[in-house]
């Protein structure tokens, strides 16, 4: 049973989101936040702390912690090691190195306390890190669970919502494949509100169809544009995380675009990518293999030859 017992590790920029996104939705009984720079998490704490005074907010008790807070966690969140930065190679796959490491680190604390919580990983690089941490330590594989493409297909819904302005939350379908720059939109399996894509621009009088190809390469943009305009990226998948804890929260067995190990799916294993997988209070239920045609087929196969080269460079 999910008590709401959080633990979130890393306290800068996507940490500090999450753990906003967290109150303000009112999805935990207490957060504990862990992070190397001991000052910065304590003021966190405190500032979070402030926060639960309001009339509207729960009573949340939100602290600075240590590894040992694990040990009744529900749900352990993990945003530790650096990113890509303003003017770097846009490619998280760089990451791959430093970031394994750290979730060594991590992980080998983690462990030491449970093998009962949710383990919920953001850090970049996502597929490699989540296939790190699922392969390299002895955790219930269903609950290793990668955010994955779930913040492309936010940002898919975002954009095609937009050209028609409507609610983006009518915008159905999947990014799969890599959370990065060989993930694609899986345009197969996009509807919108029930109308399909065929016709949707006579549905709404556009004399101009539908641009596949610039709506792709904005969506591998948008992160870099962030990067790049505001320094980080954090509130975009700090929503995303709060989507993942409230699926655990109410045991929802609910499908969504994540990331995990494929055992088999699409011929596919020894790699994490994002498909859509069922999750509820205990982790991943099920996976799903959507019927794709060839060209998403190639798509998909062609990111997971970019992860596994990165997995590889991550044991050099």
Same mark, same amino acid.
């Given at each position: 049973?999910?008590?709401?017992?959080?633990?979130? +590790?890393?306290?800068?920029?996507?940490?500090?989101?999450?753990?906003?996104?967290?109150?303000?939705?009112?999805?935990?009984?207490?957060?504990?936040?862990?992070?190397?720079?001991?000052?910065?998490?304590?003021?966190?704490?405190?500032?979070?702390?402030?926060?639960?005074?309001?009339?509207?907010?729960?009573?949340?008790?939100?602290?600075?912690?240590?590894?040992?807070?694990?040990? !009744?966690?529900?749900?352990?969140?993990?945003?530790? %090691?650096?990113?890509?930065?303003? %003017?770097?190679?846009?490619?998280?796959?760089?990451?791959? $190195?430093?970031?394994?490491?750290? #979730?060594?680190? +991590?992980? *080998?604390?983690?462990?030491?306390?449970?093998?009962?919580?949710?383990?919920?990983?953001?850090?970049?690089?996502?597929?490699?890190?989540?296939?790190?941490? *699922?392969?390299?330590?002895?955790?219930?594989?269903?609950?290793?669970?990668?955010?994955?493409?779930?913040?492309?297909?936010?940002?898919?819904?975002?954009?095609?919502?937009?050209?028609?302005?409507? !609610?983006?939350?009518?915008?159905?379908?999947? +990014?799969?494949?890599?959370?990065?720059?060989?993930?694609?939109?899986?345009?197969?399996?996009?509807?919108?509100?029930?109308?399909?894509?065929?016709?949707?621009?006579?549905?709404?009088?556009? !004399?101009? $169809?539908?641009? $596949?190809?610039?709506?792709?390469?904005?969506?591998?943009?948008?992160?870099?544009?962030?990067?790049?305009?505001?320094?980080?990226?954090?509130? %975009?998948?700090? #929503?995303?995380?709060?989507?993942?804890?409230?699926?655990?929260?109410?045991?929802?067995?609910?499908?969504?675009?994540?990331?995990?190990?494929?055992?088999?799916?699409? %011929?596919?294993?020894?790699?994490?990518?994002?498909?859509?997988?069922?999750?509820?209070?205990?982790?991943? +239920?099920?996976?799903?293999?959507?019927?794709?045609?060839?060209?998403?087929?190639?798509?998909?196969?062609?990111?997971?030859?970019?992860?596994?080269?990165?997995?590889?460079?991550?044991?050099?």
């Amino acid at each position: 049973m999910f008590k709401g017992k959080v633990v979130i +590790v890393g306290a800068s920029n996507v940490g500090s989101a999450v753990l906003t996104k967290l109150l303000d939705f009112q999805l935990a009984s207490e957060i504990a936040l862990i992070d190397l720079n001991e000052n910065k998490c304590k003021g966190e704490a405190l500032d979070a702390n402030d926060a639960t005074s309001c009339i509207h907010s729960l009573n949340i008790r939100t602290y600075y912690g240590d590894y040992s807070d694990c040990k !009744d966690a529900d749900l352990i969140i993990i945003t530790a %090691g650096p990113s890509i930065k303003p %003017g770097e190679k846009p490619d998280r796959l760089i990451l791959s $190195k430093t970031n394994c490491k750290i #979730m060594s680190s +991590v992980m *080998s604390e983690i462990v030491k306390y449970t093998k009962d919580a949710i383990i919920l990983m953001i850090t970049n690089p996502l597929d490699v890190a989540t296939y790190h941490v *699922s392969t390299q330590f002895d955790y219930p594989r269903e609950k290793i669970i990668g955010t994955g493409t779930m913040l492309e297909t936010f940002r898919l819904r975002r954009i095609i919502a937009d050209r028609y302005h409507i !609610d983006p939350k009518n915008i159905h379908g999947y +990014v799969l494949g890599e959370h990065g720059n060989s993930a694609f939109t899986a345009w197969s399996t996009v509807n919108v509100a029930g109308l399909g894509l065929e016709h949707i621009d006579e549905y709404f009088h556009f !004399d101009d $169809k539908l641009d $596949k190809k610039a709506i792709e390469q904005a969506l591998v943009n948008r992160a870099y544009d962030i990067i790049n305009l505001k320094g980080y990226t954090n509130t %975009g998948i700090a #929503m995303v995380a709060a989507r993942f804890t409230k699926s655990f929260m109410y045991n929802e067995h609910t499908i969504l675009p994540m990331s995990a190990v494929l055992e088999g799916e699409y %011929g596919l294993s020894d790699v994490a990518l994002s498909i859509p997988r069922m999750i509820c209070a205990d982790g991943i +239920v099920r996976s799903f293999a959507p019927h794709l045609p060839k060209e998403e087929l190639d798509l998909l196969y062609a990111s997971a030859e970019s992860v596994k080269k990165a997995i590889a460079s991550a044991k050099e």
